[in-house]
């Protein structure tokens, strides 16, 4: 089994609720679920991965594709 009993520093950098959120999201998306969350915008639900990750929908971002 998974041994969760190591020790993790507290790094500001890291941000160890993200990461656990994130293994989860892609534990469930294996198995076919979509997870969503809401905007912090307009409070709708998003699901694709780009949005979830910035919790702001498409629209509120004004279209503006951010990545590389
Ligand atoms: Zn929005």
Do not use: K, W
């Not at 190591?6 to 534990?27: F, K, L, T, W, Y």
């Not at 979509?34 to 279209?63: E, K, M, Q």
Request: with cysteine; net charge positive; hydrophobic share 35%.
């Amino acid at each position: 089994m998974f041994n969760t009993q190591s020790i993790r520093p507290r790094s500001e950098a890291e941000q160890p609720d993200d990461r656990v959120i994130r293994e989860h999201i892609e534990a469930l998306a294996e198995h076919g679920y979509v997870v969503g969350v809401r905007c912090r915008n307009c409070g709708a639900i998003l699901t694709a991965r780009r949005s979830v990750d910035l919790h702001v929908g498409p629209v509120c971002r004004g279209r503006v594709d951010t990545s590389a």
